[in-house]
Nanobody, 124 residues
Framework: QVQLAESGGGLVQAGGSLRLSCAAT????????MGWFRQAPGKEREFVAC????????YYEDSVKGRFTISRDNAKNTVYLQMNSLKPEDTAVYYC?????????????????WGQGTQVTVSS
């Protein structure tokens, strides 16, 4: 049974930092592209970042480029999202996801497995 467990969310002031972690079990982590998505109240779930299993190539949503960094540790079956210079508009539930798709990693439909989410709240 595949499980993705996010941690590291919380309440932070604008300009602060948080690091999210996602520990994966029950899948061959090193052969999955890993992504982070977020969903604010009343909004669609949106792509934040992903990291491919080949070469660890990374992709980011435009509004987080230069502030967020995604990384992975295949030995620990864990993917991370370092979030710096946080803004109130970053407030959302953040979800970790795993994909075996060969493309379209910005789409939530490319992902096979999802975590339960972790709340990130940025106060102004």
């Amino acid at each position: 049974q595949v499980q993705l467990a996010e941690s590291g969310g919380g309440l932070v002031q604008a300009g602060g930092s948080l690091r999210l972690s996602c520990a994966a079990t029950g899948l061959t982590f090193s052969t999955h592209t890993m992504g982070w998505f977020r969903q604010a109240p009343g909004k669609e779930r949106e792509f934040v970042a992903c990291i491919r299993w080949i070469g660890s190539t990374t992709y980011y949503e435009d509004s987080v480029k230069g502030r967020f960094t995604i990384s992975r540790d295949n030995a620990k079956n864990t993917v991370y999202l370092q979030m710096n210079s946080l803004k109130p508009e970053d407030t959302a539930v953040y979800y970790c996801a795993a994909s075996r798709a060969g493309s379209s990693w910005r789409s939530r439909y490319a992902y096979d497995y999802w975590g339960q989410g972790t709340q990130v709240t940025v106060s102004s």
